[in-house]
């Protein structure tokens, strides 16, 4: 195994909760032995590793389509055992569960999580490790308001319980987020199949999930990154290099370093940054990691900032038309209960005028 | 067994109209055939604007006409009513409460029993989906032990009500037995048993109760109280704080905060609002408790809320009042106008 010490930590991120981020970029060559990189990494930055664990564990790859890992655009199986090797090294009896859920593409192809596991050989290395494969739409959900977004989200009541979170995605660029890194990874933690009416709130949604769910351990793999029409349709490319961080903004800051993209031009890394009130990290690669400026083929910024405004105007005029023509309802139904609670507010609402 | 069963509304008052009505039309198993009430016009205009062919003032003309009714009158004529209705081979949905003291409902209980028909009692509020998730939840123990219940019910603007529910004999109690039943039932669906209640209340020997407030211990040692007004703007909710968390249920509308202090949704977040889908039907709970009774005389499934259940919130309501119920005679000619 190549690798060279590329750890770094940035211990002067301006945090809200007084939490120093730790980053690290390692370079990597054998894609044979993940497990040493990850020794390397407990030993020259411990405090990425936990000294101690609760009993549950959960991964969450990116299995965004039944694609291998090679092509750059799924999360590599073997990134499993190593960590379960590791995990089980801190606590014998930690249970550790991988969740995905099932999808329906842009194209509106349902993507099924369970053929996704046995098809990419999340399956047999699960029953080999003794780790539980888990898809998230179908386990008992419920569901949720977040703020801003006007349609409730369902996630798995697996997130009211108390676990340790280690998020995997891979280096990647997105049509309309610009890329994709452990932020975007976390919309596989919802149950609904459909997310394409949620799409015009990407960037909300994605930091209520933060806030949600936030990872312990990141990790971004980039030893094969994926450029040209991601997160599925694009071309591989060899990047060599492997992001481990406590903190998924900086993570992603760091992925966006190496392809060479303006965090600024991604939507959901500014709006969780603003929303952290944090600015972006000032983050420079270690040497013997180049960075590589991404081909990009999807829609201009642009033009994905029309079409979203576009479709949240749509629907914002599809509430209020719904608000009306209820209110319509009730009044024609009960028309003097209506004017009771309905005249009151309204003088109200004049006299605060 | 007919594939649809006959159905007969006993009182058709605005609880009737607003929701069983409605429950009734979207349950295809059920075909409404008879109207009763003491008001002639009343039963004559509610059958002709829903289309229901036959409908009457006198109880014993259902007999032989329905297989199944809903029992909606004043608490006073909910176990007479009832009682000649079970005991003929007619299965009761009866509205809350069961009845006005534990002896009437021993006789429905009996009733139902000798009659071999199913008895189901108006708490609706157990087939709420924030209710259902609730005791979900609860069961997974996401709060831990219960140690803290605080239930408020309250409002001002309220329907319009029969004299009957003003009426202490009628009635059989005020705020606690209308509203607060609700209540009870639902803590002790989620909790358990009530082991001790101490009640205070504004009612009079003359007249019910508008304000209540219970303050009990529960079987598994929780503490609590119970606030219900007809007079007061209260939080419609029930709080129920854990060792690990606190989960509320709101009463009047599908709403539940939980907040389960390990969890990982909860790092950040101080409380998950679940948020429970508002498509019409807004409020599914009466089709889903119809339903219930339906597959029940089927044979599919149990009551969920049957005559022992129902006993069981009205025998808190009796501890709380204090009160020795005078020995019930069943005189269906008790049925007066529609209530609710």
Redesign the interface.
């Known amino acids: 195994m190549k690798s060279s010490s590329n750890l770094r930590v940035h211990p002067d991120f301006p945090d809200k909760q007084n939490h120093a981020p730790a980053l690290a970029i390692l370079r990597y060559e054998d894609h044979g032995n993940l497990g040493e990189m990850l020794s390397r990494l407990q030993t020259e930055l411990p405090q990425l590793l936990p000294a101690s664990l609760p009993p549950k564990v ?1 991964i969450k790859p990116n299995l965004c389509d039944v694609v291998s890992w090679e092509a750059g655009v799924t999360t590599d199986p073997a990134w499993l055992p190593m960590l379960a090797r590791k995990l089980r090294a801190i606590r014998p009896d930690v249970q550790i569960v991988v969740v995905e859920s099932d999808a329906i593409s842009a194209y509106k192809s349902f993507r099924s999580c369970d053929e996704t596991y046995d098809r990419l050989g999340y399956r047999e290395i699960a029953r080999q490790h003794n780790i539980e494969l888990v898809n998230l739409s179908r386990t ?1 959900s ?4 977040l703020e801003g977004i006007p349609l ?1 989200v369902q ?1 798995s ?1 697996l ?5 340790y ?1 280690i998020s995997i995605a891979n280096l990647k660029v997105h049509a309309y987020e610009r890329m994709t890194g452990i932020l975007k990874n976390s919309l596989g933690l919802l149950s609904n199949c459909d997310l394409s009416p949620l799409h015009p709130y990407l960037s909300l949604l994605i930091n209520c999930l933060h ?4 990872p312990n351990l990141c990790i971004i793999d980039g030893r094969i990154g994926l450029e040209g029409h991601g997160p599925i349709l694009g071309e591989p490319v060899r990047m060599n290099s492997i992001i481990f961080s406590d903190d998924a903004l900086s993570a992603d800051v760091a992925a966006c370093k190496l392809m060479m993209i303006p965090p600024k031009e991604v939507p959901h890394l500014r709006s969780v940054a603003k929303i952290l009130g944090r600015g972006f990290p000032s983050i420079s690669l270690p040497a013997g990691i180049q960075a590589r400026a991404f081909d990009f083929n999807g829609p201009s910024h642009r033009e994905i900032l029309l079409k979203f405004s576009n479709r949240r105007f749509h629907r914002s005029t599809e509430l209020l038309t719904n608000l009306w023509i209820n209110r319509l309802a009730r009044f024609k139904r009960e028309p003097i ?1 209506f004017g ?2 309905v005249i009151p507010k309204l003088v109200r609402r004049l006299y605060a005028r | 067994m007919p594939d649809r069963l006959r159905l007969g509304l006993v009182g058709v008052g605005p609880v009737v109209e607003r929701y069983h009505m409605r429950a009734v039309r979207g349950v295809p198993e059920v075909l409404p055939v008879a109207v009763v009430d003491l008001d002639e016009r009343r039963a004559e205009r509610f059958a002709t604007c829903q289309d229901i062919p036959f409908y009457t003032t006198r109880l014993e003309e259902l007999l032989g006409k329905i297989d199944l009714a809903i029992v909606a009158l004043p608490n006073a004529a909910h176990a007479p009513v009832s009682c000649e209705l079970l005991g003929k081979g007619i299965h009761v949905l009866c509205e809350k409460p069961m009845a006005r003291n534990v002896p009437e409902c021993l006789l429905m209980i009996e009733a139902a029993r000798q009659g071999r028909t199913e008895l189901c009692i108006g708490h609706n509020r157990r087939f709420r989906s924030n209710v259902t ?1 609730a005791r ?2 609860l069961g ?1 123990g ?1 709060i831990g032990e219960i140690r803290r219940i605080d239930a408020e019910e309250g409002s001002t ?1 309220d329907w319009r009500r029969s004299p009957a529910y003003f009426d202490p004999k009628q009635a059989g109690g005020g705020a606690l037995i209308d509203v607060g039943i609700h209540l009870i039932d639902l803590i002790r669906w989620c909790v358990g048993e009530f082991s001790e209640v101490e009640y205070t209340g504004n009612g009079t020997a003359t007249a019910v109760e508008s304000d209540a407030e219970l303050r009990f211990r529960m079987a598994n040692g929780a503490q609590g109280s119970l606030v219900v007004s007809r007079t007061r703007d209260l939080e419609q909710r029930i709080r129920l704080t854990g060792t690990e968390g606190y989960l509320e249920i709101g009463l009047w509308s599908d709403h ?1 905060r ?1 907040r ?1 202090n ?8 101080p409380h ?6 508002r498509r019409p039907p807004q409020d599914a709970s009466f089709v889903l408790q119809l339903s219930n009774l339906v597959n029940a005389i089927k044979g599919f499934e149990p009551v969920l809320v049957n005559g022992q259940e129902g006993m069981a919130a009205v025998e808190v309501v009796i501890r709380a009042y204090g009160q020795i119920a005078p020995p019930v005679v069943a005189t269906p000619a008790v049925l007066s106008g529609g209530n609710q």
């Open positions: 959960v008992e419920i569901e949720i308001s409730p996630v009541e997130f009211l319980e108390e676990f979170f806030r949600l769910c936030p209960k009771r609670e | 998730l979900r939840l997974k996401i603007s539940l939980v389960n390990k969890g990982k949704a909860f790092e950040q977040m998950l609002d679940a948020y429970v889908s």
